[in-house]
């Protein structure tokens, strides 16, 4: 029977994130990724939205529409990916591993901040690609914030980022190809 690589990729996942929690250790690092973490519940990409109806009119809010479309379908995703595989949290799983921040839910993959952060920096830059040089070193914090704060597994934000990859082009190549409002 040929041997399987699953618990030899977990014991790494797990040493990785213990590894990373323990930045957690420094006020100021904690502080800084609970900021972050805090940032992207919603609140950025919120403001985000509001400010590019502002700023742009009319094609700010087709963007905006489209962002809360994609966020609206990857927040269902999330959650039912959640519910289906019931991953316990590291901290939950590890006594080792400190959770630096209350989570918002119970269950870890996948890591429903990384893969909204992902979408809508993804679907964000397909209208205003000048907005890079924020949205990408602010995505990959709070991808970060999520091992640091010991709410994740690295293959939670991986795997969030995959999907959320996935999901930010299916939704521009509808967007473009089907020729919607947005």
Known sequence: MPHSPLPEIAGRDAGWCLRANRWGHWRAVRGFFAVVSRLGDGVSWYALMGALVVLDGIDGLRASLHLAATGAIALA?????????????????DARIRAWVAPLDEFSFP??????AVTFTLVALAYYP????????????VAAS???LGLHYPSDVLAAAGIGTAL???????VREGGLLF
């Not at 519910?83 to 949290?89: A, G, I, M, N």
């Not at 890591?111 to 909204?116: A, D, F, Q």
């Not at 000048?130 to 914090?141: E, G, I, K, R, Y």
């Not at 930010?168 to 509808?174: E, I, M, Q």
């Open 130 to 141: 000048s907005l890079a040089w924020v949205l990408a070193p602010f995505t990959l914090c």
């Open 168 to 174: 930010a082009s299916a939704s521009s190549w509808v």
């Open 111 to 116: 890591s429903g901040h990384t893969l909204h």
């Open 146 to 148: 999520r091992v640091v």
């Open 77 to 93: 995703l999330y959650k039912g990916l959640k519910r289906w595989t019931r991953r316990p949290r590291p901290f939950a799983h």
